[in-house]
């Protein structure tokens, strides 16, 4: 297993459940069944699907649901929450399904934890059927260097298994390089709180505490927009939906 495997397994299995508690409902605004094109008679795959909450969106929508992930933990919590979706312990870069079998292939919140992101997406290109979509979300960082080399800082402080942060142009070079036609494109912007996003039902109190000093002093570089807020900051998180098919 290499080292960036084995942090990720580490990260994840220690803060499956706080995880799952914390992330629940934060795609329920965004309009994915529709923006996605999905149809009753598909078969949707996320990878990288964790506590399901992402594929959860489908249900009703598609008639199959199949979520994979690396970390065991995350999928049981996927069982526990969402018993309708069949899961799989896999790796995103070898999907263990065959060529054009699949009709919308997903992936939400999980491409800023890969440092080879095109080759992650051309595996999801390989098994999207013909006539069928890719659909990518992920954060977003600014367009500027410095302030991405600060956000990735701070968000490897944060969770060792973070890979990039990338900005919206990266994303759409990704899909491209992958093979795909991006078709459609949204960028949604809300406010959250540090406090949330670093509570201790998911995070060490120690790291907690670096990752609050690191706020103090470089908040502002990191394009975020870390505003203080008694003793907690709001800061800006952005994500990007982007839906790809392949070239005829
Ligand atoms: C931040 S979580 C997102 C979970 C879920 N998609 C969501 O949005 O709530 C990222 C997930 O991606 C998984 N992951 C990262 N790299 C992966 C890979 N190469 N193959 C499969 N899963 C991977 C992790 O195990 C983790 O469960």
């Known amino acids: 297993m290499t080292d960036g495997r084995r942090i990720l397994n580490e990260e994840f299995e220690r803060a ?14 965004m309009g994915v069944p529709l923006f996605s094109r999905v149809a009753p008679n598909e078969t949707v795959l996320e990878v990288g699907a964790g506590a399901g909450t992402f594929l959860s969106l489908f249900e009703g929508s598609a008639a199959r649901l199949i979520g994979v ?47 080879k992101p095109v080759p992650f997406v051309s595996e999801m290109r390989r098994v999207c059927a013909q006539g069928g979509r890719v659909l990518i979300v992920d954060q ?37 390089a992958a093979g795909l036609e991006v078709i459609d494109e949204k960028i949604f912007e809300d406010r959250s709180r ?4 670093m509570w201790p039902g998911e995070f060490p109190e120690e790291r907690i505490e670096r990752v609050r000093d690191f706020v103090a002093r470089f908040g ?8 203080p807020d008694g003793d907690d900051w709001t800061f800006t998180r952005r994500r990007i939906m982007l839906l790809a098919r392949r070239p005829a």
């Open 16 to 29: 499956a459940e706080g995880f799952a508690r914390r992330t629940e409902g934060r795609f329920d605004q």
């Open 220 to 227: 502002p570089e990191t394009g975020m927009g870390f505003e």
């Open 69 to 115: 992930d690396l970390t065991e933990a995350m999928l049981e919590q996927a069982r526990a929450r969402h018993p309708s979706q069949k899961l799989v312990v896999a790796d995103g870069f070898k999907l263990p399904f065959r060529s054009r079998s699949i009709d919308l292939v997903t992936s939400a919140q999980a491409l800023h934890h890969v440092f």
């Open 140 to 176: 977003l960082a600014p367009e500027s260097y410095e302030q991405i080399a600060f956000m990735n800082e701070l968000e490897t402080l944060r969770d060792p298994s973070h890979a990039a942060s990338r900005p919206p142009s990266a994303f759409r070079s990704i899909v491209m």
């Open 194 to 197: 540090f406090s949330r996003w």
